[in-house]
């Protein structure tokens, strides 16, 4: 988005690695390492170029202001809100020479902020955000103190924009927030995400909705069974279960027991034959014991995801489980992470193993050295090797056989 705004003006985007007139960082601060990343980097900009114009914004931003008021090779800090107006805060500076601070305190913004002019970066896929914020308090996570209250985006401006992003003749759009799930709790009227896909599906041109990831608990018999009957709404979803341990779960401050979790995965399994669960999981959450970890695996192999995404856990200065005793010690978390991994590569292969001789629905999104890869809707990687042009296409192909990661398919004449 930044990009597209400084594109706009006829600025030259460079890497972050070479020589610069202004350097954006727009950091993170999901933990403290990537807040560490971030200030490592906005100090290592300024050495390449030292009379260059070091711009912060991002998340670290929004939770970080004092520390940042000491790095002096910074000349403008500005709050997630102000990123719609970055390039104007840029220009005032090169005018002026004055340096700024501009932080909105997000646990006031009571409203989504509209980024004005829609950008488009891929061919095939559009990434359509449409809430902002969580009101969750998980006890690792810093998003709610750095994002503030759920802030959904109003419905006609999503719809606005996805029509535009059909008629760009762009075919799948991914829906994201930080917490969608959370879509219209701040609205006066009831509306809620499931209103909201039924609307995207009439829009013609488009072809699938993928959901980026979804709070578990917002799976209900209404919601998944209104949902499967929107036939653009891929059966690819992302559940984040983080543990399979209810002690550990209610450490986490997660909202829902494992017994509640499998009932949702058995309704969504019952809803969508072919679905695809994929999930993140956070190894050595802090008094996690061998038997806490052997639960949480034990479910993992019931449950059967896709994907597992591990994270192993990281205390986030500001939260309440940094403080918490018990915490685990790294080779421990390396080892119960390693075993996931493994567990996940598993269940992919075994996933993947199961499309070998079936045809599959694949939309071609690139193409590099004459192999175009793509998804089917439910999120099974396809390479093709063929010299017809087929980017942004839906081709039915047939699955010969597993790479790694993907399957190699040939378009069946
Ligand atoms: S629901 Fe997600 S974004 Fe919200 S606090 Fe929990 S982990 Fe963070």
């Known amino acids: 988005m930044i990009q597209k705004f400084l594109e706009t003006k006829k600025y030259d985007i460079v890497e972050h690695t070479e020589k610069a007139d202004i350097y954006i ?36 931003v929004q939770v970080a202001k004092e520390e940042l008021k000491k790095i002096k090779e910074i000349e403008l800090v500005l709050g997630n809100n102000e990123k719609k107006n970055i390039v104007g805060y840029i220009e005032n500076y090169i005018a002026e020479n004055v340096k700024k601070l501009k932080i ?19 061919k095939t896929r559009a990434v359509i955000k449409i809430q902002d914020g969580c009101d969750r308090f998980c006890s690792y996570c810093i998003i709610p103190y750095a994002r503030g209250r759920v802030r959904s985006r109003r419905p006609e401006n999503v719809i606005k924009e996805v029509k535009k992003i059909a008629e760009n003749g762009i075919k799948e759009i991914v829906i994201t927030g930080i917490h969608i799930a959370s879509y219209g709790k701040d609205f006066k009227e009831n509306y809620q995400l499931i209103d909201l896909l039924e609307e995207l599906n009439k829009i013609d041109g488009i072809a699938r909705i993928r959901l980026g990831s979804l709070e578990p608990l917002i799976i209900t018999e209404e919601f998944i069974s209104r949902l499967s009957k929107l036939k653009k709404v891929c059966d690819h979803f992302h559940l984040s279960l983080q543990s399979g341990c209810d002690e550990t779960l209610k450490r986490m401050n997660r909202r829902y027991t494992v017994e509640q979790f499998i009932n949702i995965v058995d309704l969504i399994r ?82 993947n193993e199961k499309y070998i001789g079936k045809k599959i629905k694949v939309l071609f999104e690139e193409q590099k050295n004459g192999v175009y890869k793509g998804h089917t809707t439910n999120y099974i990687l396809a390479y093709c090797n063929t010299k017809e042009k087929i980017e942004n296409n839906i081709l039915e192909v047939e699955c010969e056989k597993i790479e790694g990661d993907h399957v190699i398919t040939k378009i069946k004449n």
């Open 25 to 60: 960082i727009n950091t993170c601060t999901v933990t403290n390492m990537s807040d560490r990343k971030s200030r490592q980097m906005l100090r290592r900009v300024k050495e390449l170029n030292p009379n260059s114009i070091v711009v912060a914004c991002g998340c670290y």
């Open 104 to 122: 909105e305190d997000v646990m006031n913004q009571k409203d989504f902020v509209e980024f004005g002019e829609i950008t488009f970066s891929e």
């Open 270 to 351: 019952k809803y969508y034959k072919n679905v695809n669960l994929t999930t993140d999981i956070i190894v050595g959450f802090p008094q996690e014991t061998d038997e806490e970890f052997e639960q949480t695996y034990k479910f993992l192999e019931k449950i059967k995801f896709y994907k597992m995404h591990i994270f192993k856990y990281s205390p986030r200065k500001g939260t309440k489980a940094a403080k918490m005793e018990g915490q685990i010690d790294g080779k421990t978390k390396e080892e119960r992470s390693q075993k996931l991994i493994e567990l996940s590569n598993k269940f992919e292969k075994e996933y």
